[in-house]
Every structure is written in C-alpha cells, then in structure tokens.
C-alpha cells in the first residue's frame, strides 16, 4: 500500500496539469474547496485532493490483487447489522458521494449474499466506461446507466441494495444548501422510497490512515440525506472528488451536459 501511496503522489504531478470543461483541473479544485473550508486551501490540501484522486483509480484497477490486503471497518456494527437485515428482508437503498471509495462498500455486503445495484452515468468516454464497468464488476457491483431498468430490479427487491450517489447535478435535482452555499441534489432516493416502500441509508466509505471506514446512516428526509452527504464530505474533504462544476443558474439540460463529463 506504500507504494500505491508513492505512486500516486507522482502521477498527481502530472494530473495537476490537465483541464476539464476547457478550465485547469487546480482551480477548479481550489474554487470548490473553498466553499468547503471558507478559506483558501493549502497547497498540501490541494496536492492531497489530487493525490487522493489518482489513488482512488489505482485501487479500483487494482482490486483483484489486493482484495486481501483491503480492510473495511464498520463505524457501527450495529448500524451495519440493521442494514444488512433490511436489505436481505425487503431490499434498501443507500445514497452516498463522489468521497473515498464509495465502490469498497459494497465489498462487505456483496460478501454477505447481497446484491448490489449501482446507477451510474453513461459516461461519453469508452476507455472511461470501460474501466469503470470491468472494476465495478471485479467487486461484484451491477451498474447500470438506464434509469428504467434500474428501477426495474426494485420490482422485486428482497436481498438488494440500490446505490445512488447524489453529490452531483443531474436532470431534475433540486436545489439545497450545503456548507452554506446552493448545490443540487438528486432527490431521486427519497422519491423512489416512497415508490416502493424501501428505506434508505446514507453510506460512505473513505480511508483512515491505511484501513477504510463504512459509514451507515438511516435517512428518512431529504435534509438529513444532505446533512449526511455534508458531514462526510467535511471530515474528508481531500477524499472529494472536487473536479465538477456547481453553477445555481444551471438549467435541466445544462446540468445534464456538465454531469457526463465529470469524472
């Protein structure tokens, strides 16, 4: 694991310099932090958000060799127990963030007999939606970029798990305040909730020191989904991917063209 440290230390270096959406990927990780922190970050802060960037790929490729040497500790056993109950008896949906490497998650639950469902973009790139389809698999997370036949699977939902990952404008979010500034929000988990009847918990999975986190909330209204997604955002917000645009003016068919590019 030391050497994935290293390595992505100095492929950062390297990713510093790229753009997205025509603008340096550094300022648009410098504007974004700054609505976190509400000061100017640190160059170390910076370098930390880039680096933890590249890390992130560099475990999802690199899974299968070091699937052993992975170790997920729940924040609460017991919240873990509750969620692995509902999900085996009547299916749950769980909501995260772009924030550490919410695809280990799924790790202990797929162990467990569950099977996990991901909507995921239908990302333009196929080098993009190649990699993120074969190392999705690898841990045993089923993606699928169309809406309907996502929503299809929750038909019969016993022993499921439906991961929607709502830090990012898409078609229909709505407007919420997080650190004191506008985002959108999907509010997609909260409507297929009600739907069909399944409950939601807020989950994120993000690295301490050189073992990983599961955090598990119950949610039951749209603002304690977004305090959720605040809260875990602020106690790692150098585990964030920051590379994404959050304009309040954005129309429906604006944000779902800035949506498909980020990455």
Known sequence: ??????????????????????????????????????????????????????????????????RNKIKINPESNDRLQELIIESMEKGAICVSAHIGIPEFGAKIFVQNGIKVFALVEDLKSKYQKLFFNITRRNIGIITEPRFKKFVSYML???????????????????????????????DLPIRLSKRFGLSIFGIACVRDNKNFILKIKKIHRDDEMTKFIEDSIMKSYTQWNLFFKRKPEHTNSQIQKTSLQSC
């Not at 997205?20 to 504007?31: A, D, P, Q």
């Open 1 to 66: 694991m030391i050497l994935l440290e290293s390595l992505s230390s100095i492929i950062s270096l390297f990713s510093k310099r790229t753009k997205i959406y025509g603008i340096n990927r550094s300022e648009i990780c410098k504007e974004n932090l700054k609505v976190v922190l509400k000061r100017n970050p640190t160059k170390d802060e910076i370098n930390e958000v880039f680096k933890n960037h590249v890390l992130y790929h560099l475990y999802l490729f690199l899974y299968p060799l070091i």
């Open 156 to 186: 019969n939902p016993a022993g499921k798990i439906f991961v929607v990952l709502v830090d990012r404008p898409v078609p229909n979010s709505k407007p919420a305040e997080m650190f004191g500034e506008i985002f959108y929000i999907s």
